[in-house]
Nanobody, 123 residues
Framework: QVQVVESGGGLVQPGGSLRLSCATSESTFPFTINTMGWYRQAPGKQRELVASATRDGSTKYEDSVKGRFTIVADMAKNTVHLQMNSLKPEDTAVYYC???????????????WGQGTQVTVSS
């Protein structure tokens, strides 16, 4: 069982910045991480992908955060960070870290989630 631990949420004023961090609690052997990402879920809305990074270095962003958020993943250290700048009230949500892995022996996929961290953007 892989533990996914998040940190860095909080309350910030519009235009401010926050940095979210996520790490697995231990080595993921015998699994290989393929993708690490951040999702968010606002009250009354579905969970949506915010940003993701793959092992080959490619990244993906939700349109509304492009140019404001930056995802940085270190697959060797099993960590991923989300730098959030120019925050807006509509960014308010619970942010979840997601880790997609693959078994080194069977190639079966696995997915783990963090417990979520609250981000509130308000004056």
């Amino acid at each position: 069982q892989v533990q996914v631990v998040e940190s860095g949420g909080g309350l910030v004023q519009p235009g401010g910045s926050l940095r979210l961090s996520c790490a697995t609690s231990e080595s993921t052997f015998p699994f290989t991480i393929n993708t690490m990402g951040w999702y968010r879920q606002a009250p009354g809305k579905q969970r949506e992908l915010v940003a993701s990074a793959t092992r080959d270095g490619s990244t993906k962003y939700e349109d509304s955060v492009k140019g404001r958020f930056t995802i940085v993943a270190d697959m060797a250290k099993n960590t991923v960070h989300l730098q959030m700048n120019s925050l807006k009230p509509e960014d308010t949500a619970v942010y979840y870290c997601n880790v997609d892995l693959q078994s080194d022996y069977t190639n079966d996929p696995y997915e783990y989630w963090g417990q979520g961290t609250q981000v509130t953007v308000s004056s």
